[in-house]
């Protein structure tokens, strides 16, 4: 893996970066403008972030759009990102994968971990305290997203999540 832009991705100018680029790529997703983020710190952007998401997400919902093609349009926006994240880290194997998984979520946030193979648990979300469990069924369109892009497809289904009171999230990934 590249270690060198892995470094700069795990520190706080990543954080900041990967948020301004998931900022962008999601109201591009939503079909909206993204909210104003210039001179606003990491940890700054990542609670506009949580507050646009959960806002958009009802807005959907309360709309009647089709929240079908709504997934679609993240999952493929956030599959990108996942794809780009990949060419540029250069991963040889799943553990790199899993190290790149877990940048990416501790920067947002997201205390994520492979209990075994294929099984995630997610013991600390910070989404959760902004998203009701429908919203969190929309926007985990996202994760999916994400999860297939940098480990090149599979699939990504939650059995648990904290939005539907659970302790922790838990989810399968299959190749």
Not at 89 to 110: F, H, Q, S, V, W
Not at 124 to 136: A, D, L, M, Q
Request: glycine share 8%; hydrophobic share 40%.
């Amino acid at each position: 893996m590249n270690g060198i832009i892995y470094f700069v991705l795990s520190g706080r100018l990543g954080a900041w970066m990967e948020l301004q680029i998931l900022m962008r790529q999601t109201a591009k997703a939503f079909a909206v403008n993204a909210p104003k983020t210039a001179g606003l710190s990491a940890k700054e952007i990542l609670k506009a972030y949580a507050q646009f998401t959960a806002k958009e997400a009802l807005r959907a919902m309360q709309s009647g759009q089709n929240l079908e093609t709504l997934c679609q349009k993240l999952y493929q926006m956030a599959y990108v990102l996942g794809s780009r994240l990949r060419r540029w880290l250069n991963p040889k194997n799943e553990e790199d994968c899993l190290a790149i998984i877990t940048m990416l979520y501790r920067n947002i946030g997201i205390q994520i971990c492979e209990e075994e193979t294929g099984h995630f648990c997610v013991r600390k979300c910070y989404f959760s305290s902004f998203y009701t469990r429908e919203i969190c069924n929309v926007i985990s369109a996202i994760d999916k997203g994400i999860f297939a892009g940098v480990y090149q497809g599979g699939k990504l289904s939650f059995r648990e999540r904290i939005t539907e009171g659970c302790s922790v999230c838990r989810a399968d990934f299959r190749k």
